[in-house]
Nanobody, 118 residues
Framework: QVRLVESGGGLVQAGGSLRLSCAVSVSIFGISTMGWYRQAPGKQREEVATIADGGRTNYADSVKGRFTISRDVAKNTVYLHMNSLKPEDTAVYYC????????????WGQGTQVTVSS
């Protein structure tokens, strides 16, 4: 069982920055892919950024050049650095972990609210 705990959300003005953290209960080396997703009111959850076990990253077009996903394997923590925030970035942000064993296992955190005011 993998437990994920997000932190770092809050209220920020447009143009500001936030750093989200996701603490993982197991070694990140055992995780195939870590990612951040978000869900705004009335919208479907969408992928924001992912980082694979080999370090390859992927970003949604809407956040490219503004957000950076990173990881600290010693701390078993994944980060989402968010710069130049826009009101449309307002959402609940969720951390996700994918384990590929005999089957695929998806784990989710409880989410952290990010609100960007104009």
């Amino acid at each position: 069982q993998v437990r994920l705990v997000e932190s770092g959300g809050g209220l920020v003005q447009a143009g500001g920055s936030l750093r989200l953290s996701c603490a993982v209960s197991v070694s990140i080396f055992g995780i195939s892919t870590m990612g951040w997703y978000r869900q705004a009111p009335g919208k479907q959850r969408e992928e924001v950024a992912t980082i694979a076990d080999g370090g390859r990253t992927n970003y949604a077009d809407s956040v490219k050049g503004r957000f950076t996903i990173s990881r600290d394997v010693a701390k078993n923590t994944v980060y989402l650095h968010m710069n130049s925030l826009k009101p449309e970035d307002t959402a609940v942000y969720y951390c996700n972990a994918v384990q590929l064993l005999t089957s695929r296992y998806d784990y989710w955190g409880q989410g952290t609210q990010v609100t960007v005011s104009s």
